[in-house]
């Protein structure tokens, strides 16, 4: 577990310290449409799933994950639809509503913000 952790650390140094020098790190809003159906299906997943009777969670982990999706454009068209793709079979039990992140890193360094 430990090798892991650090392991997790050294990526994380290389996200920070290596998108190049910039001398003003700045993060960009680009958020994905988040209309009310979006914001009732939200909340729906967050009843059944942690007993909240909002759409809002409170953040208690910090997740990176990498998606095999090319480009910063797909990535971000991804996240845009509210209802998850047929093609997500594999999570479609949980919710019907799309997954969603926060904020999108491009290999650049680029930061943008997705949601609120």
Not at 39 to 53: S, V
Not at 66 to 76: F, M, R
Not at 85 to 103: K, L, M, T
Request: glycine share 8%; hydrophobic share 45%; proline share 6%.
């Amino acid at each position: 577990m430990r090798s892991a952790s650090g392991g997790l650390l050294v990526l994380v140094l290389l996200l920070v310290f290596g998108t190049g020098c910039r001398h003003q790190f700045e993060i960009r809003d680009r958020p994905i449409p988040f209309t009310d159906a979006r914001i009732e299906a939200t909340q729906a997943y967050a009843e059944a799933r942690y007993g909240l009777d909002s759409h809002r969670i409170t953040p208690r982990v910090i997740v990176l994950h990498w998606t095999s999706i090319p480009t910063l454009e797909d990535s971000y068209a991804a996240f845009v639809p509210e209802s998850l793709p047929g093609a997500r079979g594999d999570i479609a039990q949980a919710s019907a509503v799309n997954v969603s992140v926060q904020f999108l890193i491009g290999k650049d360094g680029s930061t943008f913000r997705m949601m609120p």
